[in-house]
């Protein structure tokens, strides 16, 4: 389910008051591959819920440059919405998450393998309310920007 910021907060309350683990991710997700496929499937198999915070059109552009995102934030939106693993997704604006993980508490946060777990953007609210933050191996060679590249040398 696609959520506002404003929804997402009364569901993530419902999900503590139900004693729900709830597990936290964020990104682009432009270009959804199979390296995404099994980061989000292992994620999920953390808690009972997993949450998704995508970066905006505009968050992207600012992190990725002018030529990104190639999929609009809608249309990734539904994308994850429509993965087995994903429950809900909430679009944020800012460069990183920290607001929507001040806001969603979740027990369980994590990232790819490229970060380590001291540098995850919220490992800070999550360790304090007695949380896990995890750095989840990522699928080597499958990545969003090796797929553009390969596209644009064809």
Same mark, same amino acid.
């Given at each position: 389910?696609?959520?506002?910021?404003? $929804?997402?907060? +009364? &569901?993530?309350? %419902?999900?503590?008051?139900?004693?729900?683990?709830?597990?936290?991710? %964020? =990104?682009?997700?432009?270009?959804?591959?199979?390296?995404?496929?099994?980061?989000?499937?292992?994620?999920?198999? /953390? =808690?009972?819920?997993?949450?998704?915070? /995508? %970066?905006?059109?505009?968050?992207?552009?600012?992190?990725? +440059?002018?030529?990104?995102?190639?999929?609009?934030?809608?249309?990734?939106?539904?994308?994850?919405?429509? /993965?087995?693993?994903?429950?809900?997704?909430?679009?944020?604006?800012?460069?990183?998450?920290?607001?929507?993980?001040?806001?969603?508490?979740?027990?369980?946060?994590?990232? +790819? +393998?490229?970060?380590?777990?001291?540098?995850?953007?919220?490992?800070?609210?999550?360790?304090?309310?007695? =949380?896990?933050?995890?750095?989840?191996?990522?699928? $080597?060679?499958?990545?969003?920007?090796? &797929? &553009? $590249?390969?596209?644009? %040398?064809?």
């Amino acid at each position: 389910m696609i959520l506002t910021r404003e $929804e997402i907060v +009364g &569901i993530a309350q %419902n999900l503590h008051d139900a004693d729900r683990k709830i597990v936290f991710t %964020n =990104g682009c997700f432009d270009l959804i591959h199979r390296g995404h496929i099994e980061y989000l499937n292992n994620a999920k198999k /953390l =808690g009972d819920i997993l949450i998704i915070g /995508l %970066n905006s059109d505009e968050s992207v552009r600012r992190l990725k +440059g002018i030529d990104r995102p190639l999929n609009y934030q809608q249309d990734r939106a539904v994308v994850l919405d429509n /993965l087995k693993s994903v429950d809900y997704v909430c679009i944020f604006d800012e460069d990183t998450p920290y607001e929507l993980i001040k806001i969603i508490q979740p027990d369980i946060l994590v990232k +790819g +393998g490229d970060w380590a777990v001291q540098d995850i953007i919220g490992s800070d609210i999550v360790l304090a309310l007695g =949380g896990k933050v995890k750095s989840l191996k990522f699928v $080597e060679g499958k990545s969003t920007t090796d &797929i &553009i $590249e390969k596209i644009k %040398n064809l």
